[in-house]
C-alpha cells in the first residue's frame, strides 16, 4: 500500500521540483516580487490579531493577551462607530446617486458634441480635477467656499441669499462633498462611456438616418442601448464600493464642527488609532470594515460575471 | 417634417454648446480664482469677489514663498521620491508581470492569485503602521518607496500586455541562447515601450500627490513633500510652516496677507502636473482602456 503511495506520488513530486528548476530563472523574478507581497502586504494582515487582543507595546503584536471580541463588542455598544458608520454608508450612497449618472450623461452630450477643436478641449478639461490631489483641491475649495470672503458665496449674495459656510454647517457638508466628488470625478468617469460609444458600428447610424431617425431617436435606440451593458457593469462594480470612503476629500475638508455628519470610518480610524493610540480597538473596526468590503467585492464579481455571461457574450 | 427636425436639432445643438461651454467654466474656474487672488494687491486679494481678474498685478505672494526653506526642501523631496519610488515601481511591476506573463510557469495561477488578494483584502491601518515601526523604517525616506513598490492594478496591466504579445518573437531568442532575463531586457520592454510610459505616468503621478505616508511615517522637516507641505500651509493654516525664514526685516519689505500666501503656494504645487497633463493625456487613457478591456 505505501509502496504504491509512493509510486504514484514520487513523479509528481519531482515534476513540480524539475519544473521549478526548470525555470528557476523565471522563479528568481519572481521570488522578487512575492517577498514584497509577502512583507508588505501579509506583514500587516499579521497584525490583524492584535484586534482580538489587548495590543501593549511592551509585548509586542505576538505577546499581548487575547481577549476575544471585546474590541468589536465595544465597537457595537459604543455611539461613535454608528455615527460613523452611518456616515460613511451615506455619502457613499450619495455619491453613487449623483456621481454615476454623471459621467454618462457627459459622454452622451459629448458625443453628439459638433466641433472635433471643441470636443477636445472640453474632454481634455474635463479630466484635469482628476489629476490634482485632495490636498490642493481642498485648499483651492476652502478659498472659493469661505462664508467670508468665497466666490460662491459672492453669488449667492448677489442674488439675496445668506452665505452659506458650506464645510463647517452640518446641514451642507454632505451635500458639499458629494458635489465636489462629482466634479472631480465626472470627467473621467465619462472615457470607458466615450471608448464604448466610439466603438460602435458606424453603419447602424447610417441605417437610421435612412430609416428617418433623428439624433435624439439615435441616441435612445442606439447609442443608449450599446452602452447599457458597461453602464451595468459599472453601476455593480460601484456599488460594491458603498462602504469605501473618500479619506483624502474628507480629511482635508472636515472639521470639528461637522464631525457629527461628515466623519467617516477612516478618518475615525487615523484619528483614534494614530492619534489616540487605541491600536487594537482601530484594528478591530478596520477588519470589520475590510471584511464587509471584500464580502461586498465577491458579490459584484460574482453578479458581473454571471451578468456578462448572459448580458455580453 | 424634416425642417421642423432640423431646427429641434439645432436648438439642442445651441443648448450642448452652452452647457458644455458652463461645464468647462465650472471646470477651469476654480484655478483661475486662486490664481488671480494669488497675484492681486493686499486689498483685493481678501476682497469679497469673484477675482475674475486684477488690474494690479503682482507677484510679492510668490517672492515670499521663494524665501520660504521648507519650501525647496519639500519641492526636493518631491522630486526625488517620484524619480526614485516611478523607477522602483516600473522595474519590479515589470519584473514580476513578466513571469506571471508565462503560461508555463509553475504554480501559475497561485502566484497570481496571492498576488490579486491584496488588493481586495489589506491589514488595515494600524497594522501597516506596526509593520512599518518594526521594520524601522519610520522617519526614513525609504517609508515613501517601499510599502508601495509594486502598484497591483498597474503590474496586472502589465501583465495581461506581455500576454498578449506573439510568443514566436521569444521563442527565437530563446532557441538562440538567450536567457529570460535578456528575453525581457531586450526584446519584450523594447516593444513595450507604450505601456510602460503609461504606467510609468501613474506612478508618477501617485508619488507626486501622496502626503498620507510622508504625514504618519515621517515627522522630520528634512522629508516633509510638498503636498503635505502645502496641506499644513493651506489647510491647517499654520503660521510656521507659512512664514519665510527671513529676517523680520525682510518679511517688512512684503505686505502680503495669507490668502496670497497660501494661493500663490497652491499654484506652485499644480502648475508642474498643469503642465505636463495635456501632453501626457493619451497615455493616461490608454492605461485606462487596456485595464478596463483586460482586467
Known sequence: MDQKKAAVHKPQKATLGRMIWKHRALMLMLLVGLVYYIIFHYGPMYGIQIAFKDYKFRKGIWGSSWVGFHWFIRMFSGQNFAVVFRNTVLISLYKLIAGFPAPIIFAL??????????????????????????????????????PSTGAVNYVIKLFGGEPIYFLGDPRWFRSTMVILSVWKGFGWGSIIYLATISGIDPGLYEAATIDGANRFQQALHITLPSITPIISIMFIMNSGSIINDDFDQIFNLYNENVYRVGDVISTYVYRQGLIEMKYSYTTAVGVFKNVISFAIILLTNFITSKFSEYGIW | MINERSVGEKIFNIANIIFMTFLVFLTVYPFWNVFITSISPVGEANAYSLHLYTLNPTFEGYQKIARNAYLLVAYRNTILRTVVGTAVNVFLSCLVAYPLSKKYLPLR??????????????????????????????????????????????????????????????????????????????????????????????YAVGHWNAWFDAMIYTSSDNLMVLQLLLRKMVIEGSAQYMESSGSIAENAEFTVTPDTIKTSAIIVATVPIMCVYPFVQKYFMKGIMVGSLKG
Open chain 2, 109 to 202: 495561477n497561485l502566484w497570481t492569485g496571492l498576488i490579486v488578494f491584496t488588493m481586495f483584502f489589506s491589514g488595515g491601518l494600524i497594522p501597516s503602521y506596526l509593520l512599518m515601526e518594526s521594520l524601522g523604517l519610520i522617519g526614513s525616506f525609504w517609508a515613501l518607496i517601499l510599502p508601495g513598490a509594486i502598484g497591483t492594478y498597474n503590474m496586472i496591466i502589465v501583465r495581461n500586455y506581455f500576454q498578449s504579445l506573439p510568443a514566436d518573437i521569444e521563442e527565437s531568442a530563446r532557441i538562440d541562447g538567450a536567457s529570460e532575463m535578456r528575453v525581457l531586457l531586450q526584446i519584450v520592454l523594447p516593444i513595450s515601450v507604450s505601456i510602460i510610459a503609461t504606467i510609468s505616468l501613474w
Open chain 1, 109 to 146: 452630450l459629448l458625443n453628439d458634441l459638433g466641433g472635433k477643436w471643441f470636443k477636445k478641449t472640453v474632454q481634455t478639461v474635463s479630466y484635469l480635477p482628476h489629476f490634482l490631489s485632495w490636498v490642493i483641491l481642498g485648499g483651492i475649495f476652502l478659498q472659493i467656499l469661505s
